[in-house]
């Protein structure tokens, strides 16, 4: 039950935060060279976005629950959320700005932005697991 709860949970932790991070910088000077790359919000498929934000959650919480030791749920959180956040973040910067016209400061904010979410959702993820019973 708590890998469907952390599912959900961390899904809409990083629907939101990627709703806030786009909504606030889409406008910047940074991401001009990326903007015309998005589709309209009258053309997004929207299920995709929601079918892709669960399957992360599903699987950052699925690593989770096998490998944490679950001992300090908040401080195994922040640990889980920097290395996860940094393992998805740093090499999508490079294949982003390697396979789109756009200008290398974008790519590192919208990389910033991706660690950002996937930081937030990993702690939660461990708040929702808390500590192991004892056996």
Not at 39 to 65: C, E, K, N, P, Q
Request: glycine content about 6%.
């Amino acid at each position: 039950m708590k890998l469907i709860i952390s599912t959900i949970a961390s899904a809409v932790v990083m629907y939101i935060l990627s709703f806030l991070f786009y909504s606030i910088f889409i406008t910047s000077e940074v991401f001009k060279s990326y903007v015309v790359l998005f589709r309209s919000h009258d053309s997004m498929i929207y299920w995709a976005i929601i079918v892709g934000t669960l399957l992360s959650g599903f699987f950052l919480s699925l690593i989770y629950m096998n490998y944490a030791k679950r001992e300090s749920p908040f401080k195994e959180g922040i640990v889980y959320g920097l290395l996860i956040g940094l393992f998805y973040s740093l090499p999508y910067v490079f294949f982003v700005w390697a396979s789109f016209p756009i200008k290398y400061p974008a790519a590192i904010l919208d990389g910033i932005g991706m660690g950002i979410r996937i930081f937030f959702a990993c702690i939660v993820i461990a708040l929702i697991f808390g500590k192991k019973k004892p056996a």
